[in-house]
């Protein structure tokens, strides 16, 4: 399902095959979701094809996929709505943490791009599929207590100490500079 064909070296004759170089796992990942969703195109009624593929396709296949999902996600009438660790089991229903989700598209929108689609086209873009985003992320920080809050980049630069925070504070006669010294005869212990 590549808008792109890749062609590949098909000659019998030839005796040295060229491996590709080893893929990160994320590259591996991104190359299962890309297989996934295609499948899923190719197996819908009727079959789709990726030029014809909008944000509400994509909508559909997140659907399909919280059907394999390990997160629960209390309904509004459960008792343990609001509680991140429920004290017993309950009939709501396992979904696709927000998370996975939020990661899966990431991973879509970049082999979309990779394959030949155009961005300005990008399904998984769409307004839609980022509203769907920020809704399930909003219900499941609801339903399980967890609040899902933009992790804050922590500045964890050391500083190097300068003298003043290594040396206790001077008084006020150490401050003024006696007649004859100057004022760094204070710090480096001589006289001038």
């Given at each position: ?5 890749h062609q590949?070296n098909k000659?019998?004759?030839t005796?040295?095959?060229?491996s590709?170089?080893?893929?990160s796992?994320?590259?591996?990942q991104?190359?299962r ?7 899923y ?22 659907r399909?996929?919280?059907q394999?999902g390990k997160t ?10 609001g ?6 089991p309950?009939p709501?229903?396992?979904r696709?943490?927000w ?9 879509l929108?970049a082999a979309y791009?990779?394959n030949g ?6 399904p998984?873009g769409?307004?839609?599929?980022r509203?769907y985003?920020r ?5 499941q920080a609801k339903?399980r207590?967890?609040?899902?809050e933009?992790?804050?980049k922590?500045?964890?630069?050391q500083k190097p ?5 290594t040396q206790p504070p001077l008084t006020l006669?150490q401050?003024?500079?006696?007649q ?7 710090y480096?212990?001589a006289?001038?």
């Open positions: 399902m590549d808008l792109i064909s590949s000659n019998p004759n005796s040295t095959q060229l590709p170089p080893s893929s796992r994320y590259e591996n991104k190359r979701d890309w297989n996934t969703f295609c499948q195109l190719r197996n819908h009624r009727p079959p789709l094809s990726l030029p014809s593929c909008s944000g509400a396709h994509v909508l559909e296949f997140l399909y996929l919280d394999f629960k996600v209390h309904h509004q009438t459960c008792a343990f709505f509680l991140p660790n429920p004290p017993a309950c709501c229903p396992l696709q943490a998370g996975s989700l939020d990661a899966l598209i990431g991973r929108r791009e990779e689609g155009p961005p300005e086209a990008n998984f769409s307004r839609a599929v509203l985003l809704e399930v992320r909003d219900f339903a207590g967890v609040s899902y933009k992790k804050r922590r500045v964890n630069k100490q300068t003298l003043s925070q006669q401050q003024q500079p006696q004859g010294q100057s004022l760094m005869a204070n480096s212990g006289s001038v």
